[in-house]
């Protein structure tokens, strides 16, 4: 039972307009959203979070907006650049209740157009 | 620069065969995890450890995957008897736990190819 879904398990964008990368997840009692980018032969590095506290998070070109009602977040890459071309996984987990565990979806991969 | 580290980067092995995988976590993280990266699964949780402590282990196949910390800057994760289908890349990562943020920091990984 995949609790974190990424149906989109890949997306072309053309360099310099906006990446949307979507996730849904099913388990209530997450309360922290994040993600990672992963280039290959590489580690997952993280990238962005949110907590259920809120409904957007921005940093720099990255922003998150999570619709808890809709069980619902996504990542707005605007400008895109070539340099963003990775798998992103979006990851949750339930830290208000103690659980530090992450819970990742299957990855979109991503290709910025030059 | 503070990283995970993980050895070995590759390993192939024929079936049947043990494996062992290493972590060396950040000094100072109290939280540690297994991952395994699949093509269909994306990444899988195998082990979950606070403070050398197992606390999660259920996504693991028991009867031939093991997960150990024997220190605060080893854990371990064995494959015995290795099989095909545990060909995977295999992930580390380490993190500050509660109540930090939730950020993890991940290793390279070790790649594993049972023939």
């Known amino acids: 039972d995949q609790q974190v879904k990424q149906n989109s398990p890949s997306l072309s964008v053309q360099e310099g307009r906006i990446s949307i990368l979507n996730c849904d997840y099913t388990?209530?009692?997450?309360?922290?959203f994040l993600w990672y980018k992963k280039y290959p032969a590489e580690g997952p590095t993280f990238l962005i979070s949110?907590?259920?506290?809120?409904d957007k998070n921005e940093d720099g070109r990255f922003t998150v907006f999570l619709n808890k009602s809709a069980k619902h977040l996504s990542l707005h890459i605007v400008p895109s650049q070539p340099g963003d071309s990775a798998v992103y996984f979006c990851?949750?987990?339930?830290?208000?209740?103690?659980?530090?565990?992450?819970?990742f979806g299957t990855g979109t991969r991503l290709t910025i157009i030059p | 620069d503070a990283r995970v580290t993980q050895t070995p980067r590759h390993k192939v092995t024929e079936m049947g065969q043990e494996v062992t995988m290493r972590c060396q976590p950040i000094l100072g993280h109290n939280t540690v995890f297994w991952y395994r990266q699949t093509m269909m699964q994306g990444l899988e949780l195998l082990a979950y450890?606070?403070?050398?402590?197992?606390?999660?282990d259920s996504g693991m196949p028991k009867d031939r995957f093991s997960a150990e910390m024997p220190d605060a800057t080893l854990a371990t994760l064995k494959i015995q008897p290795s099989e095909p289908r545990d060909s995977a890349v295999y992930f580390c990562?380490?993190?500050?736990?509660?109540?930090?943020?939730?950020?993890?920091?991940f290793g390279e990984g070790s790649r594993l190819t049972v023939l």
């Open positions: 990562a380490s993190g500050k736990g509660q109540p930090n943020t939730g950020e993890l920091f």
């Open positions: 388990n209530s009692m997450f309360d922290y």
């Open positions: 450890f606070r403070n050398r402590a197992p606390l999660d």
């Open positions: 990851a949750a987990s339930a830290r208000n209740f103690g659980n530090e565990k992450l819970t």
């Open positions: 949110i907590s259920s506290i809120k």
